[in-house]
């Protein structure tokens, strides 16, 4: 079973639109952490955030931010006034120590932002 | 700012032959991590290593694969008999502390299978 699910495939947008990224997740622990990953064409991976499962605080980063809500099992990333640098495959990963340190992803969503 | 850093790049080897891709984790960093992503698709684990000695491992890493740390920095992945479905970008990664703390993945080795 998935335990980290991004619907969203691929988002186009034209550059300063918002754009949203969903991810969903699935865990029966109580104790666990959550990430986001950015892959630019270049192919690296960029650690972008990490959450833990008690901190529902939303996070801001300039122009990121970050909306987890666990009655939901959702961890949300928004780009604010999109620009072409944003173009990059976007990883949702979920982590569950002490059992499961490995980091599982999401399928990625690929992000166009236009000029 | 320290990073972890693999080589090389880039690999071309035929099928059946051995690779050896190298990584050298953050220098502080205990716990060392493998994943693969083949062209196209999502990052998969391959292994983590603690303490000299392999921690978890995916049903991909079978008896092909191999990790070793042979001495105090570097961190390595051996195929011992490449197939073509081996093709794929490789990540190394590296944590502080495996509990918790975030890993930080290198620039990935490319690996392709004729």
């Known amino acids: 079973a998935q335990k980290v699910t991004q619907a969203q495939t691929e988002i186009s947008v034209v550059e300063k639109e918002d754009v949203t990224l969903d991810c969903v997740y699935e865990?029966?622990?109580?104790?666990?952490?959550l990430f986001w990953y950015k892959q630019p064409p270049s192919g690296e991976l960029v650690f972008l955030i990490r959450?833990?499962?008690?901190?529902?605080q939303n996070e801001i980063s300039g122009r990121y931010s970050w909306n987890f809500q666990k009655s939901t099992s959702s961890f949300n990333f928004t780009i604010t006034a999109s620009q072409v640098v944003d173009s990059a495959v976007y990883f949702c990963a979920l982590s569950e120590p002490p059992n499961d340190y490995k980091l599982s992803f999401g399928a990625g969503t690929t992000v166009t932002v236009r000029a | 700012e320290p990073e972890v850093t693999q080589t090389p790049s880039h690999q071309v080897t035929q099928m059946g032959q051995e690779v050896i891709l190298r990584c050298v984790p953050i220098s502080n960093h205990l716990y060392f991590y493998w994943y693969r992503q083949i062209l196209g698709q999502k990052v998969e684990f391959l292994v983590s290593f603690y303490n000299n000695e392999i921690s978890e491992k995916s049903e991909i890493f079978d008896d092909q694969f191999s990790v070793e740390r042979p001495d105090g920095s570097n961190f390595t992945l051996k195929i011992r008999s490449t197939k073509l479905e081996d093709s794929a970008m490789y990540f190394c990664?590296?944590?502080?502390?495996?509990?918790?703390?975030?890993?930080?993945f290198g620039p990935g080795t490319r690996l392709l299978v004729l």
């Open positions: 959450r833990n499962s008690f901190d529902e």
């Open positions: 865990t029966r622990d109580t104790t666990y952490y």
């Open positions: 990664a590296s944590s502080e502390i495996g509990t918790s703390e975030t890993q930080y």
